[in-house]
């Protein structure tokens, strides 16, 4: 392949915007990020990008479907679907997660997966990194809009399996769930990142999960515990939640889904100045009404999945919210523009900081020598113009 050089564009770095830069790629693999035109091969081709910004491409840790689509439909093109939805909201590396199911359906979506990961071509859409074992562990009173009668506590017969497939780089529970300790402490040997969500534990429980390894809370303030609901669990005195964990907990991450609807702008603002950067991810945990028009979806297995009414804006069932219907691109608008949080912490949260939990940030995550070559090419009102994956130009 030969060189490719950008010009012009505000390259953004994990700490800083860099002016004028020049960012440089072969072989689908960075070779230069910085200033100087001497890097700039001869034989490269030169993509001129005057006022507008280059960063690294997305990853989604939390994402269910998209394009008419759902990571749970059971078949090869339904994934696609997704991944080519997402792709095209910059987002170039994902981690399909699971919804409530039978086990018969999870090991189908499992395998599946392994298959769009080992097949994996850029006419595919985004790269299918790891799968995220999301559903089937959650707390029935938490479940949201997934099938209730699908939650259960984790059985380590069935979870086993799951994990054996060598595709789980995340892995979720509830950790007021019997078998929950277990569940994590057999996670830890084979997922990058234990979390909790769904879930309606107490501050003893979630440091019970804590010391077996879990470290991470799926989309902060949407179905999870707080004092309230713990008061009606556990009654009095009243119990710290994983709410209040979370924020005292420095090593502990979180997720939050940008998308304007779920959570208000100062909840978002406060988000990233509790935790940081550093350990609050962007996710879309998208369903499939991603890219469609407004209407009746399901949400999980197109078979059998429980049925959701997307505005076009978010999902819903009935009065409760049911996943996001808005891409990457979408949520990085709104935090950096409505929530006001710094472009270059914005982008982190969508990039280096997903990476780095799921332990593949020597490769993915930032412009960077020797990192894989996955860009996108912004207007300069943050309008994705082109998105460019190992190095070869997809959208």
């Given at each position: 392949?030969?060189?490719?050089?950008?010009?012009?564009?505000?390259?953004?770095?994990?700490?800083?915007?860099?002016?004028?830069?020049?960012?440089?790629?072969?072989?689908?693999?960075?070779?230069?990020?910085?200033?100087?035109?001497?890097?700039?091969?001869?034989?490269?081709?030169?993509?001129?990008?005057?006022?507008?910004?280059?960063?690294?491409?997305?990853?989604?840790?939390?994402?269910?479907?998209?394009?008419?689509?759902?990571?749970?439909?059971?078949?090869?093109?339904?994934?696609?679907?997704?991944?080519?939805?997402?792709?095209?909201?910059?987002?170039?590396?994902?981690?399909?997660?699971?919804?409530?199911?039978?086990?018969?359906?999870?090991?189908?979506?499992?395998?599946?997966?392994?298959?769009?990961?080992?097949?994996?071509?850029?006419?595919?859409?985004?790269?299918?990194?790891?799968?995220?074992?999301?559903?089937?562990?959650?707390?029935?009173?938490?479940?949201?809009?997934?099938?209730?009668?699908?939650?259960?506590?984790?059985?380590?017969?069935?979870?086993?399996?799951?994990?054996?497939?060598?595709?789980?780089?995340?892995?979720?529970?509830?950790?007021?769930?019997?078998?929950?300790?277990?569940?994590?402490?057999?996670?830890?040997?084979?997922?990058?990142?234990?979390?909790?969500?769904?879930?309606?534990?107490?501050?003893?429980?979630?440091?019970?999960?804590?010391?077996?390894?879990?470290?991470?809370?799926?989309?902060?303030?949407?179905?999870?515990?707080?004092?309230?609901?713990?008061?009606?669990?556990?009654?009095?005195?009243?119990?710290?939640?994983?709410?209040?964990?979370?924020?005292?907990?420095?090593?502990?991450?979180?997720?939050?889904?940008?998308?304007?609807?779920?959570?208000?702008?100062?909840?978002?603002?406060?988000?990233?100045?509790?935790?940081?950067?550093?350990?609050?991810?962007?996710?879309?945990?998208?369903?499939?009404?991603?890219?469609?028009?407004?209407?009746?979806?399901?949400?999980?297995?197109?078979?059998?999945?429980?049925?959701?009414?997307?505005?076009?804006?978010?999902?819903?069932v009935g009065d409760s919210l049911a996943s996001a219907v808005?891409?990457?691109?979408?949520?990085?608008?709104?935090?950096?523009?409505?929530?006001?949080?710094?472009?270059?912490?914005?982008?982190?949260?969508?990039?280096?900081?997903?990476?780095?939990?799921?332990?593949?940030?020597?490769?993915?995550?930032?412009?960077?020598?020797?990192?894989?070559?996955?860009?996108?090419?912004?207007?300069?009102?943050?309008?994705?113009?082109?998105?460019?994956?190992?190095?070869?130009?997809?959208?």
């Amino acid at each position: 392949m030969a060189d490719l050089a950008f010009t012009g564009a505000t390259a953004v770095l994990p700490d800083r915007l860099l002016n004028d830069a020049i960012v440089v790629f072969r072989d689908d693999v960075i070779r230069y990020v910085g200033t100087s035109k001497s890097h700039i091969p001869e034989s490269a081709s030169i993509v001129s990008l005057p006022g507008g910004f280059l960063t690294p491409g997305f990853i989604d840790i939390h994402i269910h479907g998209g394009g008419g689509a759902d990571v749970m439909d059971g078949t090869l093109e339904a994934s696609h679907k997704v991944a080519r939805s997402h792709l095209r909201h910059g987002t170039t590396t994902i981690f399909p997660t699971t919804s409530t199911a039978t086990t018969d359906q999870l090991e189908a979506m499992l395998r599946l997966c392994i298959e769009a990961r080992d097949d994996w071509n850029i006419d595919k859409g985004a790269r299918v990194s790891g799968v995220h074992l999301y559903g089937p562990y959650f707390a029935a009173e938490k479940a949201g809009c997934h099938d209730k009668n699908q939650c259960r506590a984790p059985a380590r017969e069935e979870y086993l399996r799951y994990f054996e497939q060598g595709i789980i780089s995340i892995a979720t529970c509830a950790a007021e769930l019997p078998g929950a300790i277990t569940f994590y402490d057999d996670a830890s040997k084979h997922a990058s990142l234990l979390t909790c969500g769904h879930s309606n534990s107490s501050w003893s429980e979630m440091a019970a999960a804590f010391e077996q390894g879990m470290r991470h809370v799926d989309h902060f303030w949407c179905a999870m515990s707080n004092v309230s609901s713990l008061r009606g669990r556990l009654g009095t005195p009243m119990q710290g939640s994983m709410l209040e964990y979370v924020l005292a907990n420095e090593e502990m991450s979180t997720e939050v889904i940008a998308d304007g609807m779920h959570l208000s702008a100062e909840l978002l603002w406060f988000a990233w100045k509790m935790k940081g950067a550093k350990r609050l991810c962007l996710v879309t945990d998208c369903n499939r009404a991603l890219d469609m028009p407004p209407g009746k979806y399901r949400f999980g297995p197109q078979s059998d999945g429980a049925w959701f009414h997307s505005d076009g804006k978010v999902g819903r069932v009935g009065d409760s919210l049911a996943s996001a219907v808005t891409g990457m691109d979408h949520m990085v608008r709104t935090m950096h523009q409505i929530a006001k949080v710094p472009l270059v912490d914005t982008i982190r949260m969508a990039t280096l900081t997903p990476a780095e939990r799921t332990k593949s940030d020597d490769k993915l995550g930032s412009l960077a020598e020797g990192k894989q070559a996955d860009l996108v090419v912004w207007n300069d009102d943050l309008q994705v113009q082109q998105v460019y994956i190992n190095g070869q130009q997809a959208v």
